[in-house]
């Protein structure tokens, strides 16, 4: 079975802050996948990333970056000088090779305030 | 690329009804995966299809089905409605090739049972 843990239930961070989200996952597969996903209040999911799990180069776009480590288990997410619009809930998820069924974590609730 | 599309968008039942939820996925994926998200039990997976056949389900009753069409339109059907069909109903597409397993969200159809 797969588990996908974010711990922290809601951040609150004031703008330009840098913060980091927690993902911790579970899984027997060998090869299997990673997502980010940002929730506005909107609700649509929006993409934010993949990472496969044989590729542990970390990765930065813009204010965005991730570090995906095997070793414990853990894919976390860091949002450097935090703005306004990064409000959002944020999920963690994961899918095992050959699937497109993906299971999530319960999802951070981040802040900024102004 | 217009991206996925979910109608309606909001909808209103009676208990014992049944629904109807539509998603026309990004033009040219022919995966498409199904999920309910409610505050208690966060994002589930439903169902996968692809190139009209159902690959993989999660843990749902019977009264939750979907189908693929051709063109991969999908629609989820939900007969004898509850109220804990409450819910946000999202679909997701995917591509192939390089871009495999990452799935883009549409809306999402919010469903209310009373």
């Known amino acids: 079975a797969q588990k996908v843990t974010q711990a922290q239930t809601e951040i609150s961070v004031v703008e330009k802050e840098d913060v980091t989200l927690d993902c911790v996952y579970e899984t027997r597969d060998t090869t299997y996948y990673l997502f980010w996903y940002k929730q506005p209040p909107s609700g649509e999911l929006v993409f934010l990333i993949r990472?496969?799990?044989?590729?542990?180069q970390n990765e930065i776009s813009g204010r965005y970056s991730w570090n995906f480590q095997k070793s414990t288990s853990s894919f976390n997410f860091t949002i450097t000088a935090s703005q306004v619009v990064d409000s959002a809930v944020y999920f963690c998820a994961l899918s095992g090779a050959g699937s497109y069924q993906l299971t999530f974590g319960k999802g951070t609730k981040l802040s900024v305030i102004p | 690329k217009a991206g996925v599309t979910q109608t309606p968008r909001y909808l209103i039942k009676t208990r014992g009804q049944q629904v109807t939820l539509s998603c026309s996925p990004i033009?040219?994926?022919?995966?498409v995966s199904w999920y309910q998200q409610t505050p208690g039990q966060g994002l589930q997976f439903l169902f996968e299809y692809f190139s009209e056949t159902q690959r993989n389900k999660g843990n749902f009753p019977g009264r939750f089905s979907g189908r693929q069409f051709s063109n991969s339109r999908s629609e989820m059907n939900v007969s004898t409605l509850e109220l804990g069909d409450s819910a946000l109903y999202l679909c997701a597409s995917s591509s192939v090739g390089d871009r495999v397993y990452e799935q883009y969200f549409g809306p999402g159809t919010r469903l209310t049972v009373t």
């Open positions: 033009s040219g994926h022919r995966s």
């Open positions: 990472r496969n799990s044989f590729d542990e």
